[in-house]
């Protein structure tokens, strides 16, 4: 989901973090080795919540990420049965039929992940940042994440902008060259309950294009006039 379309300019925080190594496994394809190219606004979301101390972050952002590389591992699943039929020793199950069992798990390298944050939530965030309460991860507890840079930004409502490696809501754009995920936008903090949504994201960066309730950063150094979509939880 996207927020309405601004009609005046939104002052924000820019985060900029660096991964070496995250894995963002589709929980729509159970029992499959089978990953998302960039991180969930869950995840995101999950990542914010870990700075502040929160039970969770609801929050409205803006998310672009890309990878140096990516490849697969190979690692070893303890999964415990919900009947305790097999229970853990020591953190490890028998490998029986459903038991242990070692399974690929595709993986990616050199992660950079953006995040636009709207105020007034993003100068608190930015305050948590500065100290986090917990580790800052990117889903598993080995992806450890670096923030590179916090810094406040104004963006501006666009009709064009460079797409580049942003993530999009359904309706955002047209680029033919996008795929199209659907990904959690938030999860319960009781985990029950998932909300869904659908987005759209570019593997190859995409210049200057036609955007749909969209804003701008027209200060990130490394492409100008950057798309950014607020994303609702």
């Given at each position: 989901?996207?927020?309405?379309?601004?009609?005046?300019?939104?002052?924000?925080?820019?985060?900029?973090?660096?991964?070496?190594?995250?894995?963002?496994?589709?929980?729509?394809?159970?029992?499959?080795?089978?990953?998302?190219?960039?991180?969930?606004?869950?995840?995101?979301?999950?990542?914010?919540a870990?700075?502040?101390?929160?039970?969770?972050?609801?929050?409205?952002?803006?998310?672009?990420?890309?990878?140096?590389?990516?490849?697969?591992?190979?690692?070893?699943?303890?999964?415990?049965?919900?009947?305790?039929?097999?229970?853990?020793?020591?953190?490890?199950?028998r490998?029986?039929?459903?038991?242990?069992?070692?399974?690929?798990?595709?993986?990616?390298?050199?992660?950079?992940?953006?995040?636009?944050?709207?105020?007034?939530?993003g100068?608190?965030?930015?305050?948590?940042?500065?100290?986090?309460?917990?580790?800052?991860r990117?889903?598993?507890?080995?992806?450890?994440?670096?923030?590179?840079a916090?810094?406040?930004?104004?963006?501006?409502?666009?009709?064009?902008?460079?797409?580049?490696?942003?993530?999009?809501?359904?309706?955002?754009?047209?680029?033919?060259?996008?795929?199209?995920?659907?990904?959690a936008?938030?999860?319960?903090?009781?985990?029950?309950?998932?909300?869904?949504?659908?987005?759209?994201?570019?593997?190859?960066?995409?210049?200057?294009?036609?955007?749909?309730?969209?804003?701008?950063?027209?200060?990130?150094?490394?492409?100008?006039?950057?798309?950014?979509?607020?994303?609702?939880?």
């Open positions: 989901m996207t927020q309405p379309p601004p009609a005046a300019p939104v002052h924000a925080w820019r985060m900029e973090f660096y991964a070496p190594v995250a894995s963002f496994r589709d929980p729509l394809f159970p029992r499959v080795a089978r990953a998302l190219p960039v991180a969930p606004p869950s995840t995101v979301r999950g990542l914010l870990a700075a502040t101390g929160a039970a969770a972050e609801p929050v409205s952002l803006g998310i672009a990420a890309h990878a140096d590389g990516a490849g697969v591992d190979t690692e070893t699943y303890h999964p415990i049965a919900a009947d305790g039929a097999n229970p853990a020793v020591a953190g490890r199950v490998a029986i039929k459903g038991g242990m069992t070692i399974r690929d798990r595709p993986f990616l390298a050199g992660v950079h992940l953006t995040v636009w944050l709207p105020e007034p939530d100068s608190r965030l930015h305050q948590a940042l500065r100290r986090p309460r917990w580790p800052l990117l889903g598993r507890s080995q992806d450890l994440v670096h923030v590179r916090m810094t406040p930004v104004v963006l501006e409502p666009a009709d064009t902008a460079a797409i580049g490696h942003a993530l999009a809501p359904q309706d955002g754009h047209q680029a033919g060259t996008a795929h199209l995920y659907r990904m936008s938030s999860i319960s903090t009781d985990r029950l309950t998932t909300r869904w949504a659908d987005y759209l994201w570019c593997d190859e960066p995409i210049g200057p294009h036609p955007v749909h309730g969209a804003l701008r950063d027209t200060t990130w150094s490394r492409q100008e006039e950057q798309a950014v979509w607020l994303l609702a939880p």
